[in-house]
């Protein structure tokens, strides 16, 4: 992140009060995380701030919920004085009702992110796409400010954004300065064990179960083993007691599969079905096939939505994208 994003980001919080959070909907542990941490810091430094989230959270997050975090209803937005939008690349994906998303953006919007291709809609934008995690920016950022207090329970927050964007410091986006704040934060008393438990260690039986059974029974290889996808259906949700919100790193176990290059998960949604698209190689960044869709995300991991009727045609509408990414062209696994 450049000194001066970093430097103004700090400024501006420094110098100003009465903030709404906001995130993306179907938030993940960088959305939470960074919430949770720039909420409990201002808090915690006598400003007045509240934070929205529209749903409940996914489980691994359920003990890490500071106090007085707004779940479900959302607040009149005009009592704000500054709403802060954080992790969000688009204005369609924020976490509100579909009918406040367009007057949030008519109201004093700050937005920071570290998606390459936000689409800067804040009355200020503060985008670093360098930084592994919107939860990093915020952190440097006040940290440098030096005159705001960062709590062990903010610290904790925040690691669990830099800890799930960068997959416990095993994807690419992972830089000295990433690690440097991780350092930091633990230096400020984060709980680092605890989130490692949280995140990665506290698995539910029924949901390995049902991991074991999309690999066993759903998934498919094509380009030599290049490719790995699976279709995570309603039904094998059902099957298993398993909440969709509770899939985030779902994707990692095809990723983890050696000459595995492309990992995708289908998932159904509405006319359609949504991708999940993941990279280990920056000769094949995912974010392009994703775009060509209508999607986006970051290089290497990126999101999209295909409308098709069945899941045979998405499939195949994605593979064809994947095979030419890759090189290859006759996949014949369907
Ligand atoms: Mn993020």
């Known amino acids: 992140m450049t000194k001066n994003i970093s430097d103004e980001l700090g400024g501006f919080i420094r110098g100003n009060d009465n903030f709404l959070l ?14 949770f ?12 701030a509240d934070a929205f989230l529209p749903e409940k959270l996914p489980a691994r997050y359920a003990s890490f919920v500071p106090e007085d975090v707004i779940i479900g209803k959302m607040p009149e937005l005009e009592k704000y004085s500054w709403i802060i939008c954080l992790d969000t690349s688009t204005p369609d994906r924020i976490g509100v009702d579909k009918d406040q998303r367009a007057k949030i953006l008519s109201l004093q919007l700050v937005n920071v992110d570290h998606h390459p291709d936000n689409k800067l809609f804040g009355k200020k934008n503060f985008i670093s796409p360098e930084s592994a995690a919107t939860a990093e920016i915020i952190f440097k950022a006040l940290k440098d400010s030096g005159s705001l207090r960062i ?25 000295a300065l990433t690690l440097k704040a ?7 008393g984060a709980d680092y064990p605890r989130v490692i438990n949280a995140m990665f260690f506290s698995q539910p039986l ?18 030599s083993g290049k ?9 094998l949700l059902t099957e298993h007691g398993i ?12 990723r983890q599969i050696q000459g595995v290059e492309i990992a995708a998960v289908f998932y159904r949604k509405d006319d359609g079905f949504k991708i999940s698209l993941r990279s280990k190689n920056k000769k094949y960044p995912v974010a392009k096939i994703a775009r060509t869709l209508g999607g986006g995300g970051h290089e290497l991991a990126a999101g999209a939505f ?4 069945e899941i045979s045609e998405a499939e195949k509408i994605l593979q064809d994208r994947v095979g030419e990414m890759l090189g290859e062209k006759d996949g014949n696994p369907l």
Not at 38 to 43: A, D, H, N, P, S
Not at 157 to 173: H, K, P, S
């Open 22 to 35: 906001l995130t993306h909907e179907k938030p993940d542990g960088d959305a939470i995380g960074s919430i």
């Open 37 to 48: 941490g720039l909420f409990k810091i201002l808090r915690d430094n006598g400003k007045k």
């Open 151 to 175: 709590s062990q329970e903010a610290a904790t927050c925040l690691l669990i954004g830099i800890i799930m964007d960068t997959g416990g410091f095993r994807f690419d986006n992972t830089k």
């Open 182 to 188: 991780a350092s930091e934060l633990l230096v400020a």
């Open 206 to 223: 029924n949901f390995v179960k049902m991991e074991a059974e999309l690999v066993s029974k759903h998934m498919k290889t094509a380009f």
């Open 227 to 235: 490719y790995a996808w699976a279709y995570l259906s309603d039904e």
């Open 243 to 254: 909440e969709k919100k509770d899939t985030e790193t779902l994707i990692d176990l095809l």
């Open 306 to 309: 295909i409308k098709a009727a």
